[in-house]
């Protein structure tokens, strides 16, 4: 493992945390070898924002639709990130806790009522290697570069894909001197489909983040129109309800869906998930939960999140199931059925028995 000074790292024009699998590439900004298409189905993500630190745990996992047979994706951060596992159970524990209430309810005949409308080049001798590390099922390698071409030529003569929208999408980047987190991952199944599990990165930052700018596509995505609708799941705990917007200006069409106190009891076992036992955060965190289904997506700039100047607890819908007068006459008739069933073999059962002490006497 390779080692480098604090000063050193001070100094430094641009670190990536390249986590290598295999040969090849790709980014979130996709970076997919030539005839190769990468698109992104499904995200999920956890932020667990301390304010006080300015520390930043972004826990993200992804869905892919691929032809590819590896490739990898890239996540900026403005700090050196540290890498760790994560338990992907996390994701499944807040999506319960979020859930919507089930209510039931008679129905008189008429149905249930309509449903709502709905609202809406290469010089590697520039590029240096600071660090390489295990994170589970990868491998981290922290480089550093000063410019987009070097950064492009270094990875391209390391077995990684390039393209000219992916060396524009590293240029404010390095401009601002933040970090990027390459991971790889390989699909295990032949099929079309990957997964990339839970990793997790904390950083500091002045404000929390979601990496959400994005390469500009030469094509569309939405003119793919085999591929399912892309969707973005955002759990964001701190000390408060929180907003995000596209960079310092911008709306983001994320929806808040759910907002509210998370007991003492949630929060232990969720930092546990999370391997983050011992994290000073404050006694009843705030969970919010954001949908995001645009498709394409406005990823011009990153989003960055505030405190919302609406703190009201937030819930989802009630989900309905209706009751009517047949569905309790059919739940009858097949409790009277099964209860003959059961009769009849029990009838059958004690004659067999009768028969066998018969014939034993």
Same mark, same amino acid.
């Given at each position: 493992?390779?080692?480098?000074?604090?000063?050193?790292?001070?100094?430094?024009?641009?670190?990536?945390?390249?986590?290598?699998?295999?040969?090849?590439?790709?980014?979130?900004? /996709?970076?997919?070898?030539?005839?190769?298409?990468?698109?992104?189905?499904?995200?999920?993500?956890?932020?667990?924002?301390?304010?006080?630190?300015?520390?930043?745990?972004?826990?993200?996992?992804?869905?892919?639709?691929?032809?590819?047979?590896?490739?990898?994706?890239?996540?900026?951060? /403005?700090?050196? *990130?540290?890498?760790?596992?994560?338990d992907d159970s996390a994701f499944a524990y807040l999506?319960?806790?979020?859930?919507?209430?089930?209510?039931?309810?008679?129905?008189?005949?008429?149905?249930?009522?309509?449903?709502?409308?709905?609202?809406?080049?290469?010089?590697?001798?520039?590029?240096?290697?600071?660090?390489?590390?295990?994170?589970?099922?990868?491998?981290?390698?922290?480089?550093?570069?000063?410019?987009?071409?070097?950064?492009?030529?270094?990875?391209?003569?390391?077995?990684?894909?390039?393209?000219?929208?992916?060396?524009?999408?590293?240029? *404010?980047?390095?401009?601002?001197?933040?970090?990027?987190?390459?991971?790889?991952?390989?699909?295990?199944?032949?099929?079309?489909?990957?997964?990339?599990?839970?990793?997790?990165?904390?950083?500091?930052?002045?404000?929390?983040?979601?990496?959400?700018?994005? *390469?500009?596509?030469?094509?569309?995505?939405?003119?793919?129109?085999?591929?399912?609708?892309?969707?973005?799941?955002?759990?964001?705990?701190?000390?408060?309800?929180?907003?995000?917007?596209?960079?310092?200006?911008?709306?983001?069409?994320?929806?808040?869906?759910?907002?509210?106190?998370?007991?003492?009891?949630?929060?232990?076992?969720?930092?546990?998930?999370?391997?983050?036992?011992?994290?000073?955060?404050?006694?009843? /965190?705030?969970?919010?939960?954001?949908? #995001?289904?645009?498709? /394409?997506?406005?990823?011009? #700039?990153?989003?960055?999140?505030?405190?919302?100047?609406?703190?009201?607890?937030?819930?989802?819908?009630?989900?309905?199931?209706?009751?009517?007068?047949?569905?309790?006459?059919?739940?009858?008739?097949?409790?009277?059925?099964?209860?003959?069933?059961?009769?009849?073999?029990?009838?059958? @059962?004690?004659?067999?028995?009768?028969?066998?002490?018969?014939? @034993?006497?």
């Open positions: 493992m390779l080692q480098m000074r604090r000063s050193e790292l001070q100094t430094a024009g641009v670190r990536l945390t390249v986590l290598l699998l295999a040969a090849g590439s790709l980014a979130c900004a /996709p970076a997919h070898r030539v005839g190769d298409e990468v698109n992104i189905t499904e995200e999920s993500a956890i932020i667990v924002w301390d304010a006080a630190s300015k520390t930043e745990h972004f826990i993200r996992r992804a869905a892919f639709k691929t032809t590819a047979r590896d490739f990898g994706f890239l996540v900026p951060t /403005p700090t050196v *990130p540290k890498l760790d596992e994560a999506a319960k806790l979020t859930a919507p209430k089930v209510v039931w309810r008679w129905d008189s005949g008429d149905g249930p009522p309509p449903p709502a409308p709905f609202d809406e080049e290469r010089k590697e001798e520039n590029v240096r290697v600071i660090e390489t590390k295990k994170v589970g099922a990868y491998d981290a390698v922290i480089l550093e570069a000063s410019n987009a071409n070097e950064l492009d030529g270094w990875l391209k003569g390391h077995g990684y894909a390039s393209s000219p929208e992916l060396v524009d999408w590293y240029k *404010p980047l390095i401009a601002q001197k933040w970090k990027i987190t390459a991971f790889k991952i390989s699909k295990v199944d032949g099929g079309d489909r990957a997964s990339a599990s839970a990793v997790k990165m904390s950083f500091i930052t002045d404000r929390a983040f979601f990496p959400y700018r994005e *390469p500009v596509a030469a094509t569309p995505r939405r003119s793919h129109w085999h591929l399912p609708r892309r969707s973005l799941r955002l759990f964001f705990i701190a000390d408060g309800r929180y907003a995000g917007g596209i960079g310092t200006t911008r709306g983001w069409p994320g929806e808040t869906v759910w907002s509210g106190i998370m007991d003492n009891d949630s929060r232990t076992e969720l930092l546990g998930m999370l391997r983050l036992p011992g994290m000073a955060l404050v006694t009843t /965190p705030r969970l919010t939960e954001f949908e #995001d289904l645009s498709d /394409p997506r406005p990823g011009t #700039d990153d989003l960055f999140f505030g405190q919302a100047g609406d703190q009201a607890t937030v819930r989802r819908p009630n989900v309905v199931r209706w009751i009517s007068l047949g569905d309790l006459i059919g739940a009858l008739m097949l409790a009277l059925l099964a209860a003959g069933i059961l009769y009849g073999v029990w009838k059958l @059962s004690v004659k067999i028995l009768r028969f066998i002490r018969a014939k @034993s006497t």
